[in-house]
Structure formats: structure tokens, C-alpha cells
């Protein structure tokens, strides 16, 4: 999970290491990965390996909860695992998409890239909402005891209130 909160990080190191690969470029002042020992920012295997760093952990969460559907017989948390493999694979396809939105060059494909991008972005973030607070946290329940929460409550209700909203 810690991973999958990560992606920008680990682009970031693959731009750094190939940043750092090349000295005279650092005495130049640029900022743009040209022609180092590993890679260069206009490579595709700089643009491979910063598309398969930016989706591991999302490929990997897929995985596991795919593999936890399979090993578990029918029951709640069956369905929970395979709607959990679902946001991890929405995950991946905006990642994808804005790897290709952000690669393309302006025109028709670029705009109906960030179209796509946002809209996928969007219920992408909308579901990934609904799965941690109602699924995964057991809130957003109607018909509890407790407004909006859950039946049994551990800590003081406003704290719940805030995780709702702060996990937005």
C-alpha cells in the first residue's frame, strides 16, 4: 500500500538517475536528461522505464488482490478483493493515460488524451473514495447507529467525520 503512494517518487528517481548518469550536465545547469550513460529523457527506454515505475505499485496491488480473489471461496471479502483489484487497474490505465497524454504532441490525439485522462482521473478518484471510507473503513453506512459511520466506533465520532473528509 505505502507503494502505491509513491508513483511521482519513483519517476522522479528514474529522471534523477539518469540526471545524475551524466556530470557535464550538472556543470551545464540543465534540467533536461540528455544523452547520459543510462538514458535521456527523449529515449524510449527512459519513457519505458518511467511508465513501468509509475504503474508497479498499482500492477502490484492488482496482483495481490487478484490473487486473494482466487484464493478465497465465495464471501464478502471475495467481492471486496476483486473491487479492490478493480481501483488498482483503474489506477494503472490513468497512469497510462497520462503517459500518453503527456508524450503526445499538441494537437487532435493530445486533446483527446487529457479528455480521457480526466475523465477516467475523475471516476477513478470518485471509486477509489467509495472503496477506502465505505469498504474499506466500514463508514458511509445509512442505516448505522451512528450518522453516516459505523455500528462500533473506537474513537470519538468527529474523528471519523474528518477521515471522511480528509480522505478526500
Not at 465465495?74 to 490513468?94: E, P
Not at 473503513?137 to 455500528?151: A, E, I, V
Request: glycine share 4%; hydrophobic share 45%; net charge positive.
Amino acid at each position: 500500500d505505502i507503494l502505491c503512494s509513491m508513483p511521482k517518487t519513483l519517476t522522479d528517481l528514474s529522471y534523477t538517475i539518469c540526471l545524475f548518469s551524466d556530470v557535464k550536465q550538472l556543470q551545464d545547469g540543465s534540467h533536461e536528461c540528455i544523452q547520459g550513460p543510462l538514458a535521456s529523457s527523449s529515449s524510449a527506454r527512459y519513457f519505458f522505464v518511467t511508465l513501468a515505475m509509475s504503474m508497479a505499485p498499482y500492477i502490484l496491488r492488482c496482483t495481490q488482490a487478484l490473487r486473494s480473489y482466487a484464493d478465497q471461496h465465495q464471501s464478502d471479502s471475495n467481492k471486496t478483493n476483486l473491487l479492490n483489484a478493480f481501483k488498482y487497474l483503474m489506477s494503472v490505465v490513468v497512469t497510462l493515460l497520462n503517459v500518453v497524454k503527456v508524450n503526445s504532441a499538441p494537437g487532435l490525439l493530445k486533446d483527446r488524451m487529457t479528455t480521457a485522462w480526466f475523465i477516467v482521473a475523475a471516476c477513478t478518484t470518485l471509486f477509489s473514495y467509495y472503496a477506502d471510507v465505505a469498504m474499506g473503513w466500514g463508514l458511509m453506512n445509512w442505516n448505522s447507529k451512528n450518522f453516516l459511520l459505523r455500528d462500533e466506533l473506537t474513537y470519538p465520532k468527529p474523528w471519523y467525520y474528518m477521515a471522511i473528509v480528509g480522505n478526500f
